[in-house]
Structure formats: C-alpha cells, structure tokens
C-alpha cells in the first residue's frame, strides 16, 4: 500500500485504484478503463480524543471522519506492456482493444513518485443468457422470474441485475453477485419504493467477472482490494446480450 502519514497525525492517505477490462457483445467493444486517486481520510486522532472513539457515542457521527479523493494526473498506466492514455486528470482510458478470451491481463502503473501498483486477472470465457428469453413476459405478483445462463469459465462472480428500460420508472429493480448459473429475480424489483407494482418493459443483463470490480472508494480505503502497491481493484469483464422482458 502507499500510504502517508501526515506530522500532525491526523491524516491518513493512500492511493486508490479501480480498473477493469471489459468485452462488451452488444454493441460489442473492446475497453480498459483507469481511474487514480489519492483518499485521504482526516482527524484518525483527533486533539479532543484521549482515545479511540466508540461508533455508538454520538459525538463520533458528526463527520468523523472527512474525506477527499484527488486525481492523480501524469502517471504510466499499462496494459500487458501496452500504453492506456489518460483522457483527463485521472481518468485513464483505451478503447479498440483485441481481447481474448480466458487470456491474462497485467495491469502497471507508475505513479508520478515513481511507485510502482500492479495487477492481473482472466479475461472470462463467452457466455449466454439462457433465460428469460428476449420478449418474454411475466405477471407481476404472480410469475417468479429465474434466470438461468451458461458457465463462463475464469469467471468468479456473476454480476446479475434487473431495471427499467425507462430510467424515470419508479421501479427499485435489483441487482446481486452469483456464483452459480442461476438466481431468481425477486417480486420487489417491479415494485416502487411503496411496494405499488410498476408495469413495462425491464432489461435483465449478467456479467461475468474475474477479480475485482466496482468497489466503493472508502471501501477500497478500509478493505484493500486486489491490487498489489495500492488500495484497489482490478477486474476482467464480459457482458453479453442483456435481454428485454415485459412486466404486466
């Protein structure tokens, strides 16, 4: 991890990493995305605490914690020894990739210290929805909706979710990580935040992922993640054909 401690004791900082590689089948592309950032997380030991705070005393809610993440500009990012340019400050970006399936990817990165973070992971395999069919339709409050989709191999987690296709319905929709090849969608996800069922037209899509992928910034702060040099994740994606289905 690289990590400051700043004189006063009161800050702690560290570099925060969130990359993925991703073969997308429709409209079918091929990308790396980077994002770098400094967090720095202030009053760890605050002058008017004589010692760790308890979470259940009040006074500790207060913002106890402040937090800010700065872009991290200049640094050499590389993608199996391949160049990822950085669009702004950053935010590193390459589009137009030849990617493999089950092939290895290594991630580098040289920050503008000269520290060096890396990464890899595995390119999962093709994979398919098997149901629900595209056009399928259910009727809400009385259907259960399985899903159910071929093995993609390397693949460690299956990113599963459901939403309106008309992003202002009010529906919650749902989403969950899987490792098995089936999951049942729950009645609540055609439901308003009232529970009132909300007709239309729903987009189910899976992901298959290797490694790790779309943590929050604080939580990379506070767990790690799975890059080695910094706090962070580095995941290798395929998103195939979302299918549409209609909820009556």
């Keep these: 991890m690289v990590a400051v401690i700043n004189c006063d004791e009161t800050q702690f900082s560290t570099v925060i990493v969130t990359a993925q590689v991703a073969k997308t089948l429709n409209p079918e592309s091929n990308t790396a995305s980077v994002l770098i950032g400094t967090a720095t997380i202030a009053n760890i030991l605050r002058d008017d605490w004589m010692e760790t ?4 005393d009040t006074s500790f809610w207060a913002n106890p914690f402040p937090a800010s993440i700065d872009p991290m500009a200049g640094a050499d990012v590389q993608l199996n ?8 400050s950053g935010v590193y970006f390459k589009a137009a990739l030849d990617l ?3 092939a290895r990817y290594d991630l580098s990165i040289v920050t503008p210290e000269g520290k060096t973070i890396t990464a890899h992971g595995f390119l999962p395999d093709s994979f398919s929805i098997i149901g629900p069919r595209d056009g399928d339709s259910l009727v809400i ?3 259960t909706l399985r899903a159910v989709w071929t093995k993609s191999d390397s693949a460690e987690t299956y990113l599963v979710g459901i939403s309106p296709a ?4 009010p529906a919650v929709g749902w989403s969950d990580g899987m490792t098995d090849t089936t999951c049942i969608v729950p009645d609540a996800a055609f439901r308003d935040s009232l529970g009132v069922a909300v007709p239309g037209e729903y987009i189910f899509s899976i992901t298959a992922v290797n490694g790790g992928w ?3 910034g604080f939580d990379l702060f506070l767990a790690g993640g799975n890059v080695n040099g910094a706090s962070g994740t580095f995941g290798c994606a395929v998103y195939p054909r979302p299918v549409s289905v209609l909820a009556r």
């Excluded at 705070?53 to 259940?56: E, F, H, I, L, V």
């Design 53 to 56: 705070p308890d979470p259940g």
């Design 81 to 88: 020894g391949d160049p990822v340019g950085q669009k702004v």
């Design 100 to 102: 493999q399936y089950l």
């Design 141 to 143: 409050g009385t259907d």
């Design 166 to 169: 008309d992003t202002s319905s």
């Design 214 to 216: 779309n943590k929050s």
